[in-house]
């Protein structure tokens, strides 16, 4: 039976009662998945490894009570970890760079609330497609080109003050050089995680490849002696992480350029990268259940600001540990708890064993989601919608890649502003949405105007709010000369979530308009006579 059409699971205890057995074994199997993950993550961003885990600690444990979506799993995530790294690194690096970096989160984490109760988790709407998309495979080289050398063993002392294009040229010798007692157990953590998901048997889909991992990489550094033989830099080092916790966060850099910039930095991005997983993650809900965007935006931010004050990394909504915890059979977002849950006990039982983790595993795991983000598909993928969303893509990733994100999505966004200019939008209309409503007999007539993109689609969405289920919406495009890929998407999701609540929707005018690729979704302009 299509789950769509079964009666929503129930919220809060009753949702516990109802649907322990379902999100009590997601919780855990999503445990087994972020315990590894969030070490890596953190420990790629300068953090200490603990500080990634107690992160996914407050995000199951408290932000899944007060999140506005049901199904998302709250922690760190790989899409930050090029501005942790750089914001420490800046700030000296070390513990103080820790620390001060932890200073510009508390204040990001507050305005998170802010905006959140402002009502701007729709300015995400403002960010095109292809820009967002570039920006993440940019995220997934940059990963990439650190994690590929200490998968193979290298000292990352060895590989500090190196960006990421001096990483990539360095990349051939330590391929000649590697440290091969750790560098075996990398290339052998890197093959599984690669082969896990090609495997077909139900079974074996239900055991996460990064434990897998782990399962084969411990017993490795056993015999290996890693204790003995290697530097520190070969196993995770989690030290006293209890008597860690407290106040952590140093504001003595809050009056330097700095620290605002990565307050915006992380601002923009990590509310980004959010609502984006939000969206996402509701398409996958076999429920269709509809997220409160500014609510989960308030809560992701209450709990960074609180994570920061004791020392964790930044947290989003992560979209591989989500999408996990629907493959897991969620429901709830006690799920969420419960993976909070059994981080919470792994910290107290487990650090002796967490501590035998060697780091070229948790490197193959990083390297895996990097190669992810930015997996030549990708390319593909953005080549058939359009060869502007390509150069959009390429563009922005080779900013990001030789400056930082957000002049990698600022750089993406003035080429979509090109293209649209160029393809017959007036100035006057890039950030004006202009339309013709009338309601009449039951039937609502829509009728678009000049340009639809991107930069005006807030204001075209506060149009489409209006509708009332269950009646017709007629689409007019007869009176408008530009449609880009962010509005056909968008469009799409509205037809698709309206004619499901029993509407009817009419699109009418695009005969007279030219696609710019065969891609149903892709933009187009009122074809030239």
């Known amino acids: 039976m299509d789950t769509s059409q079964q009666s929503i699971p129930k919220d809060g205890l009753a949702g516990l009662k109802e649907n322990f057995k379902y999100d009590f074994m997601a919780g855990f199997f999503v445990f087994l998945l972020a315990l590894p993950l969030s070490l890596g993550i953190a420990k790629a961003g300068e953090f200490p490894p603990a500080m990634g885990v107690l992160t996914a600690m407050i995000g199951g444990l408290l932000v899944a009570f007060f999140a506005g979506s049901s199904l998302t799993i709250k922690g760190p995530a790989a899409g930050l970890i090029t501005i942790v790294a750089g914001c420490v690194m800046e700030f000296g690096g070390g513990i103080e760079g820790w620390r001060m970096a932890l200073g510009v989160m508390v204040v990001a984490g507050f305005l998170q609330v802010v905006i959140g109760f402002l009502k701007a988790g729709s300015l995400s709407d403002f960010f095109p497609h292809s820009a967002v998309h570039g920006m993440l495979a940019a995220i997934g080289l940059i990963i990439i080109s650190k994690q590929a050398h200490i998968m193979l063993g290298i000292d990352p002392a060895d590989l500090k003050g190196m960006n990421p294009v001096a990483l990539y040229a360095a990349l051939p010798k330590s391929l000649m050089n590697p440290n091969w007692p750790i560098a075996v157990v990398g290339l052998i953590s890197l093959a599984l995680m690669l082969i896990m998901p090609k495997i077909k048997n139900p079974l074996a889909k239900k055991i996460p490849a990064p434990m897998l991992v782990l399962l084969i990489a411990i017993p490795a550094t056993i015999f290996f002696d890693y204790k003995t033989t290697q530097g520190a830099h070969a196993l995770v080092q989690i030290g006293d992480f209890w008597g860690v916790l407290g106040f952590n966060a140093d504001f003595s850099g809050i009056g330097t350029v700095t620290f605002w910039k990565y307050v915006v930095m992380f601002l923009v991005i990590g509310s980004l990268e959010s ?46 540990r989500s999408s996990a915890n629907i493959g897991f059979g969620a429901r709830t977002r006690w799920a969420n708890f419960f993976h909070g849950f059994f981080l919470f006990i ?136 530009l449609v880009d890929h962010t509005f056909m998407e968008f469009l799409d999701h509205f037809e698709d979530e309206y004619t499901r609540g029993g509407g009817v929707v009419d699109v009418r005018g695009f005969e007279r308009f030219e696609p710019f690729s065969s891609h149903p979704l892709s933009g187009r302009k009122v074809r030239k006579s």
């Not at 997983?277 to 709990?303: E, Y």
């Open 275 to 320: 609502c984006l997983t939000v969206k996402a993650i509701d398409n996958m809900d076999p429920w269709k259940r509809q997220s409160h965007f500014n609510k989960d935006l308030i809560a992701v931010g209450a709990g960074n600001t609180l994570a920061a004050v004791l020392g964790g990394s930044p947290a989003i909504s992560e979209v591989a």
């Open 346 to 481: 792994s910290m107290l039982l487990m650090i002796p064993i967490i501590e035998m983790i060697p780091n070229a595993a948790l490197a193959a795991m990083l390297v895996f989601v990097g190669w992810r983000l930015a997996h030549p598909h990708e390319f593909f993928k953005t080549y058939k919608i359009g060869s502007e969303q390509l150069t959009i893509f390429v563009v922005t990733i080779a900013v990001t890649v030789a400056t930082d994100l957000l002049m990698g999505v600022a750089s993406g966004i003035l080429v979509k502003f090109l293209f649209h200019i160029v393809n017959g939008a007036k100035l006057s209309n890039l950030f004006s949405a202009r339309y013709e409503l009338k309601e009449e007999n039951d039937k609502y007539y829509l009728t678009i105007r000049d340009s639809a993109i991107f930069s005006n689609l807030i204001g075209f969405k506060k149009v489409f709010n209006q509708f009332k289920p269950g009646k017709e919406v007629v689409i007019d495009f007869q009176n408008a000369n």
